[in-house]
């Protein structure tokens, strides 16, 4: 049984910076691949990192956002900086039941937390 909690999202002004947080209650924390993916309303679930033992962010925020995970108390981050109104979305915390990612598809991966809110605006 996977359970995922996100928290840490909220209303920041541009340029600010936000962690989002991801408990998760699962066996396999430490080997499967999870990811963090985001969705606005109309739109596809947009995925922006991953891990699978080393880390994978996609290019349209290489360089504000990072990805890591603390494997003793099971929470894997997102870290964004230089936030902007386009990174407004749910963010959604993901595990793709599986050593390597392999894919970065939201199809790929099989449980999926509640969501956190950002919101950047001025």
């Known amino acids: 049984q996977v359970e995922l909690v996100e928290s840490g999202g909220g209303s920041v002004q541009p340029g600010g910076s936000l962690r989002l947080s991801c408990e998760a209650s699962m066996a396999s924390f430490s080997v499967d691949c999870m990811g963090w993916f985001r969705q606005v309303p109309g739109k596809k679930r947009e995925g922006v990192a991953w891990f699978d033992g080393r880390p994978s962010i996609a290019d349209s925020v290489k360089g504000r956002f990072s990805i890591s995970k603390d494997h003793v108390r099971k929470i894997l981050y997102l870290q964004i900086f230089d936030l902007r109104p386009e990174d407004s979305a749910m963010y959604y915390c993901?595990?793709?039941?599986?050593?390597?990612?392999?894919?970065?598809?939201?199809?790929?991966?099989?449980?999926w937390g509640q969501g956190t809110q950002v919101t950047v605006s001025s």
């Open positions: 993901a595990v793709r039941p599986t050593h390597w990612c392999q894919t970065h598809d939201a199809s790929d991966f099989k449980y």
